[in-house]
């Protein structure tokens, strides 16, 4: 089975820390993501990786950086946070599919952040 | 991108078959319809994937009408434990555009005893 660990479940911090959420897949998976989840708004890509050191910004990248070297782990960074960044945090890897088929997603558990 | 639309919630007994429709009317033609389930406290888990026509599973199908316009999710003889909240996903990865991945909202299933 294929495991994605998030190393936070739930962090609390206050407004202008350095926040670091630590994802690890352990399957060998190219693509890994980094979604947050709010009431009502689903699923928002915040930034996205495909190799190492390589990645591209979702739809929501605002307030966020990522950082990817080496290929099992991808982390998201919230250089200063903020208050509107209290959400969940979910890391997703990409399963191999067949040609031209968007492949399955395998999520972690989420980390629940609160930044006061 | 392809921006989906579902039912905010829906209701059903335990043993009803449920069906949860999607629509993606500007879906594109190499995009893909994936749906994910997702429990509290949990990432989403997927269930099922298709281009065209009919998919099935050991656990649901998938309907989809010949313009792609929507798509339909069907789930046979629901328990309690199917309550939910089940995502309708549309897109195709290609080199680097994660992007392309639009989530829906969500539809909040909940099977009454």
């Known amino acids: 089975d294929v495991k994605v660990t998030q190393s936070s479940r739930y962090l609390v911090k206050r407004t202008g820390e350095k926040v670091f959420l630590e994802c690890v897949q352990d399957?060998?998976?190219?693509?890994m993501f980094w979604y947050r989840q709010d009431p009502g708004l689903g699923l928002r890509l915040i930034y996205f990786?495909?190799?190492?050191?390589?990645?591209e910004k979702g739809d929501i990248p605002e307030g966020y950086s990522v950082s990817r070297e080496k290929k099992e782990r991808f982390s998201l960074i919230l250089e200063s946070a903020s208050t509107n960044q209290t959400s969940m945090y979910l890391c997703?890897?990409?399963?191999?599919?067949?040609?031209?088929?968007?492949?399955?997603?395998?999520f972690g558990e989420g980390s629940r952040l609160t930044v006061l | 991108l392809a921006k989906t639309t579902q039912p905010i919630s829906m209701d059903s007994y335990e043993g009803q078959e449920v069906n949860i429709t999607c629509s993606h009317n500007?879906?594109?033609?190499?995009?893909?319809i994936t749906w994910y389930q997702q429990f509290p406290s949990q990432g989403p888990r997927f269930i099922i994937q298709?281009?065209?026509t009919k998919v099935t599973n050991e656990v649901a199908s998938l309907f989809i009408p010949a313009d792609r316009k929507s798509s339909t999710l069907s789930l046979p003889r629901v328990s309690l434990s199917d309550t939910a909240v089940y995502y309708c996903?549309?897109?195709?990865?290609?080199?680097?555009?994660?992007?392309?991945?639009?989530f829906g909202s969500g539809t909040q299933l909940t099977v009454l005893p």
């Open positions: 997703a890897t990409l399963g191999l599919a067949e040609t031209g088929a968007t492949g399955e997603l395998f």
């Open positions: 399957m060998d998976h190219e693509n």
């Open positions: 990786s495909y190799d190492v050191k390589m990645k």
């Open positions: 500007n879906i594109a033609t190499n995009d893909y």
């Open positions: 298709g281009y065209k």
């Open positions: 996903l549309v897109g195709r990865i290609s080199s680097g555009s994660a992007r392309q991945l639009t």
